[in-house]
């Protein structure tokens, strides 16, 4: 469960930092991509994890959730710290 936890917020955090700074730096087409991309990217991790038989049961599932969360957490953080609130506000 540790390995999937860390695995899912890594990855989230690595996926999430870039759309993050589209997110606060460009117009709304680009952004609102950039976010269906890191979607499609993030179901590819938990299909790459539920292939590689890592991700079996339901505390794996719910280790993956919070490892997610965690991530988005954590590259959100820091995007506001090096680029600011998203559209300038604060």
């Known amino acids: 469960m540790l ?5 899912g917020s890594l990855a989230a955090a690595t996926i999430g930092l870039p759309v ?10 680009l952004a609102v991509s950039a976010g269906l991309v890191s979607a499609v990217l993030l179901i590819g991790v938990a299909a790459a994890l ?11 599932i719910a280790a993956l959730v919070l490892g997610l969360v965690a991530g988005n957490i954590a ?4 995007a506001t710290h090096l680029w600011g ?5 604060v």
């Open 20 to 29: 993050d700074y589209l997110r606060r730096r460009t117009p709304g087409p």
């Open 85 to 89: 609130p998203v559209g300038g506000r």
């Open 50 to 60: 539920a292939g590689a038989h890592v991700l079996t049961g339901g505390p794996a």
């Open 3 to 7: 390995t999937v936890f860390v695995i």
């Open 75 to 78: 590259a959100d953080g820091t």
